[in-house]
């Protein structure tokens, strides 16, 4: 029997050996290379199909149009608005979802009874919201920021409640055999195994914190890469348009990347 069975684990180990091991270069390589296909893509074949610019404006109009907005319309300035507000946004909407959700799990009681309150507020759209907030707080940082606190603190929320809700009884049953107070219980038990469900609350929200910044930039913003939509599409410039959007795309980008760090640096076996 003892030959029998390792056997296969010798027979399969040369395949495993003969299988192709992808280079650390292939990855960074291949998404270059995806990424150069798209612009050249982009760049040849809207004007080969007969698109006129106002419809689809090439990269390299776009970046014409990004230059001008640089020296004429304080680009950087719409920038850095947008991602100072998409920051806090995210920051201060986790930061309330993770407490609520966390004080939520700890009382089945309190979650029962406001559970019907908090999935009604999710359920109405945020949208909906922001000229609520401008009519509230006027224009300017305040509405943006409330807007994008009020998108991302659910799924946090939410993610955190579950988490709570779903811990292993058998280390809780064990918690109460060795009489661990309720402080002790969620700092040596329920918040590590809720960790992972909450760190994908926050990639969730990284995500979500730059449409609650949009949202509220194009209803009633003065500045931000969301006016620049609105303002670009008054206009009827689409390459400003476009140049908006990547940006906004960069910020979401960047934030979700510095999240996934937080992550790996907090749960060492991801």
């Not at 719409?78 to 004080?103: D, K, N, P, Q």
Request: charged share 10%.
């Amino acid at each position: 029997m003892t030959s029998f069975r390792a056997e296969p684990a010798r027979a399969a180990a040369p395949a495993a050996r003969g299988l192709p091991q992808a280079s650390p270069l292939m990855r960074p390589i291949a998404t270059l290379a995806v990424a150069l296909a798209v612009l050249v893509a982009w760049q040849f074949l809207p004007p080969a199909l007969g698109i006129p610019k106002f419809i689809i404006p090439t990269p390299t109009e776009m970046w014409a149009e990004g230059q001008r907005m640089m020296a004429r319309d304080n680009l950087g300035r719409h920038f850095l608005s947008t991602a100072w507000t998409t920051v806090a946004g995210f920051l201060l909407g986790s930061l309330f979802g993770a407490c609520i959700g966390y004080l939520l799990g700890m009382s089945r009681f309190w979650e029962s009874v406001l559970s019907p309150y908090i999935l009604a507020l999710q359920i109405a759209p945020k949208v909906a919201f922001a000229p609520l907030f401008i009519m509230w707080f006027g224009y300017g940082f305040w509405p943006k920021l409330v807007t994008t606190v009020l998108v991302v603190f659910f799924p946090i929320l939410v993610n955190v409640v579950q988490a709570m809700r779903v811990a292993d009884r058998d280390l809780l049953n064990l918690a109460r055999a060795f009489t661990m107070t309720r402080a002790q219980t969620f700092r040596k038990i329920l918040f590590p195994l809720s960790l992972p469900a909450l760190m994908a609350g926050l990639r969730i929200g990284a995500t979500l914190a730059v449409i609650g910044v949009t949202v509220g930039e194009l209803v009633g913003g003065n500045t931000g890469l969301g006016f620049l939509i609105t303002y670009g599409e008054g206009q009827s410039d689409t390459a400003m348009v476009f140049d908006a959007i990547v940006l906004l795309t960069v910020i979401g980008i960047a934030l979700y990347f510095v999240v996934g760090l937080v992550e790996r640096r907090v749960l060492h076996y991801v």
